[in-house]
């Protein structure tokens, strides 16, 4: 019989991922069948699964926590976001249309069935399926035909480990409340709650636990510190961008403009680990700085929408500058094809038909393809010969004079364009920096040292030690009593 926990938080960003991938692997290392699951996703830090197609990259590094291949149904429903109010809905890996927020709530119903279909075939076969929600069950306007959080708990019978965040502050208020604004039978399918992202003496929380068994009745399942070793894994959520601040001044400053719809954001993880590398998101209203030698631009989900968007924060004329003082470009699929002279869209796959004028510091043009490329591929390095390995999702095709000079070669295919002067180059491969060996070659292009870092290796080992911890907070036996069997 297969074994079955959810993790629902109090609002969004509590830190249910790394909770969820952390029990995941202390589930794997005590020899368990695991499986992650998460009906209902909304992100557009995507991956492509090994059975095809996209699922959320978070589903994807609790794959790798459980030790087992990413399926598109670990994560059924995914909804990336193009604009305001309207996203793409990708059902079981695979894109179904677009849906603008009043329509997807009539939409989700329909969704129950795929939900269910992918929720058991990742049962069949396992020991225990660990379960993460999405935003908080607390939203009871989104409860009506849910599939995200209570609506799937309650339609499988799976109990609900409430995650809270106590950084933020009103932890014991977001607790007792939603106990509070929950329908009677919801209420009844929460086990238990965590208390997340603790800073200091953890006795001090004592009476506020006693608080909360007060005003819910509900266990206090364990009280979670600051997990130092999850700042090594990917993040999934943009939302965690905002609160990343400028570290000490380093030998390279490798500056990344936030895009207001940037996509797959953890292609630059690797950097973190290098000890001469200065990472720096820039916010909109913030200038590229000056001083950095290296400006990489990341994937966009609506790359038009995002050129507009990059001209009026001025960041097309600090770009000009930094090219001009010699510095060097990289960009990364939706940014490759803004580093172009045009985006053409004349199916209006990113919205309405339209064209934009690029950043024409590349010989290329691009146009809108309705077939979406998703797939999983080795590759290889045309500038500096090394192995190279990850992945492509990505609409439109872009060709010109620059396409002759290859970045890479995905499944020995020339892909991507460098300029004349080699100064700036693109590629639609995400996990370039993965590659120990390319950041090596890379940072040496500015004199320094890099890519003595396995970074891969580094990701599984702090798995490992947020595991680790898991274990001494809340222990594996407790999480096995806190799950129940499910029917398959």
């Known amino acids: 019989m297969t074994r079955a926990l959810m993790f629902q938080g109090t609002g969004s ?70 604009s305001e109010t309207g996203s793409q809905v990708v059902v079981q890996g695979k894109v179904t249309g677009h849906a603008r927020g009043r329509d997807y709530q009539k939409l989700k119903p329909q969704l129950m069935a795929a939900v269910m279909d992918s929720f058991a075939r990742v049962a069949d076969g396992a020991d225990l399926v660990l379960v993460e929600g999405a935003g908080s069950p607390a939203e009871i306007n989104l409860r009506s035909g849910d599939i995200a959080n209570m609506g799937f708990a309650t339609a499988t019978g799976v109990p609900v480990v409430l995650v809270g965040d106590i950084d933020r502050g009103g932890v014991i208020a977001s607790i007792v409340g939603t106990h509070t604004i929950l329908p009677v039978a919801d209420r009844a399918m929460i086990a238990g709650y965590l208390i997340n992202k603790f800073r200091g003496d953890v006795s001090l929380f004592d009476d506020g636990i006693s608080a909360i068994d007060g005003f819910t009745g509900w266990p206090c399942l364990g009280v979670i510190p600051w997990l130092k070793a999850a700042a090594r894994l990917p993040a999934e959520d943009s939302v965690a961008l905002e609160r990343l601040v400028q570290g000490p001044a380093r030998a390279l400053k490798i500056a990344v403009p936030v895009l207001s719809r940037i996509a797959n954001f953890d292609d630059f993880d690797p950097f973190k680990a290098e000890p001469d590398v200065d990472l720096v998101f820039v916010r ?159 940072l040496a292009e500015f004199g320094i040292r890099g890519g003595e870092t396995n970074f891969r290796a580094d990701v599984d080992a702090a798995l490992d030690e947020v595991a680790a911890e898991l274990d001494r907070l809340v222990g594996f036996d407790r999480l096995m009593s806190t799950s129940a069997l499910i029917g398959r």
């Not at 909770?19 to 692997?25: I, P």
């Not at 010699?326 to 990113?350: A, H, W």
């Not at 060709?399 to 499944?411: V, Y």
């Open 284 to 442: 909109p209203g913030e200038r590229l700085p000056e001083d950095a030698g290296l400006v990489i631009l990341p994937g966009s989900k609506s790359t038009i929408s995002d050129l507009a968007d990059f001209r009026r924060q001025g960041w097309d004329r600090d770009m000009q500058a930094h090219y001009r003082r010699g510095g060097r470009i990289i960009g990364i699929c939706g940014g490759y094809q803004m580093l172009g002279r045009i985006v053409s869209d004349p199916l209006g796959l990113e919205g309405e038909g339209e064209a934009a004028e690029g950043l024409g510091l590349l010989d290329i043009e691009t146009e809108m393809a309705p077939e979406k490329t998703v797939r999983n591929i080795k590759a290889r390095s045309a500038e500096h010969d090394v192995a190279l390995s990850g992945y492509e999702i990505h609409l439109g095709v872009s060709r010109g004079p620059d396409s002759a000079r290859p970045m890479t070669l995905l499944d020995g295919r020339p892909d991507g364009a460098i300029s004349p002067d080699g100064k700036v180059s693109g590629t639609y491969l995400h996990g370039l920096f993965d590659s120990d060996a390319y950041r090596a070659k890379l």
């Open 13 to 82: 960003d509590v830190g249910k991922t790394v909770l969820v991938a952390g029990f995941c692997r202390l589930a794997a290392n005590h020899g368990l069948k695991v499986r992650p699951f998460k009906p209902q996703n909304m992100s557009n830090n995507a991956a492509v699964a090994d059975d095809g197609g996209e699922i959320g990259r978070a589903q994807w590094l609790q794959a790798l926590a459980c030790r087992v291949s990413a399926s598109v149904h670990m994560n059924p429903v995914l909804l990336k976001p193009q």
